[in-house]
């Protein structure tokens, strides 16, 4: 009996004990480490800097325009021709559900004007149903420190 109850204990004892808190956390800070040496030949200095460079980058939304490229009410449609256009398009590209719809719009453009322009130049691609839409449009903005 004495034998059970000890088994009973000890197998409590060894389910009750998470393996991620055996160890002090604060044991385990690592210093950063330093990119590898065929990265700091190639472009002569540490990715460490250009890392923290784009810390200061900060995207900011404004309104503005997008283009709708496509829209459906399936959305395995909506993702298979997501993946086509990505392929093709080289900006920005959105999903985009708008119950019932599924809307793929592309781009980020502050003026009316540069997503016309943009939009010819899709229709000659051979892009029929291309519209333009309002959209709130994301924005790169610097901090100067």
């Known amino acids: ?9 000890f197998t409590g004892q060894l389910l009750a004990q998470d ?4 160890f002090d956390m604060n044991t385990v800070l ?7 040496k ?3 030949k190639i472009f002569g200095t540490s990715q460490l800097g250009l ?17 709708q490229v496509y829209e459906t009410s399936a959305v395995e449609e909506a993702n298979r021709k997501f993946k086509k256009f990505e392929k093709v398009l080289n900006d920005s590209l959105y999903l985009v559900f708008d119950a019932p719809l599924y809307k793929l719009h592309y781009g980020n453009f502050v003026t009316k004007k540069d997503a016309e322009t943009q939009k010819v130049n899709l229709k000659r691609k051979g892009y029929k149903n291309v519209w333009i839409v309002r959209s709130r449009i ?3 903005d610097f901090l100067i420190e």
């Open 1 to 9: 009996m004495k034998t059970f109850i000890f088994i009973i204990i």
């Open 30 to 36: 690592d210093p950063v480490p330093k990119t590898p």
């Open 38 to 40: 065929i990265l700091d």
């Open 19 to 22: 393996s991620m808190f055996w």
């Open 51 to 67: 890392l923290d460079s784009l810390k200061s980058a900060r995207v900011k939304s404004i309104d503005g325009f997008r283009l």
């Open 138 to 140: 994301e924005q790169l």
